[in-house]
């Protein structure tokens, strides 16, 4: 919920930007995700929820299985295909409630009605290949743990002159707080992201009015990357 909440937050932000000349939002953005729309944060969050503990019963119980003999196995087996599936489904619902929050952001509507929305606002526009091609996730992930290597070499180098244990120590606290940070500044990018394609796909002209060269800019990069996908 915290993570949804400041994913709202974000689209917020960027809405505000792409559909006025207001940069002084963060406040009123935050207000509405921990508020109005903190109903449909919640609902959200408790679907991603209840297909991850199903994931973990699962698995459990597939483990369980597994120590009863070839019965148990073949069981096993099942139950790991199940788990399988209810992990792609997982992460099928997390990636689209995603993009389900930033019209729960930028329109104020409830979470069902913002899901089938910017779902059916993607096919209209046939995005869906687009969508699903987006490597900005990636990348991030990637700089992320880079982040985190350069976070773990200071931390042993600073603590050098100290036992091995201890060198060991520092380094992999330096690596996992990298790596926290990192994720902490990387998730508002790919927030923005992904408002800016449900901005692009809903209202592609606003933004020449409000910010004209920064829509140059993304007309131009839109045009050379998918030059047969409608805007």
């Avoid at 599936?85 to 019209?103: G, K, W």
């Avoid at 690596?175 to 902490?184: E, N, Q, R, S």
Wanted: aromatic share 10%; with cysteine.
């Amino acid at each position: 919920i915290v993570q949804n909440v400041a994913h709202c937050s974000t689209c917020g932000v960027v809405g505000s930007w792409w559909f006025t000349n207001n940069d002084r939002t963060v406040a009123g953005a935050f207000k509405r995700a921990a508020t109005t729309s903190l109903g449909s944060i919640c609902f959200g969050s408790l679907i991603v929820a209840l297909l991850r503990t199903v994931r973990i019963m699962v698995s459990q119980f597939r483990k369980a299985s597994e120590r009863n003999g070839r019965l148990g196995r073949a069981l096993g087996c099942m139950m790991h295909c199940v788990e399988y599936v209810l992990n792609i489904i997982e992460h099928y619902a997390r990636y689209m409630n995603s993009y389900a929050y930033c019209f729960v952001a930028l329109y104020g509507k409830d979470f069902r009605t913002s899901g089938r929305e910017v779902q059916a606002l993607f096919q209209q526009r046939g995005w869906t290949a687009v969508i699903n091609d987006d490597l900005v996730s990636t990348t991030l992930v990637v700089a992320n743990f880079g982040v985190a290597a350069v976070s773990a070499l200071a931390g042993g180098l600073a603590s050098r002159s100290s036992s091995y244990a201890r060198i060991s120590q520092v380094t992999m606290l330096a690596f996992v707080l990298g790596l926290l940070m990192a994720f902490t500044v990387t998730g508002v990018l790919m927030s923005a992201v992904r408002t800016i394609f449900v901005c692009y796909a809903k209202a592609s002209d606003v933004i020449g009015r409000t910010r004209s060269e920064s829509a140059e800019k993304l007309r131009k990069a839109w045009e050379k990357f998918h030059p047969t996908s409608v805007v």
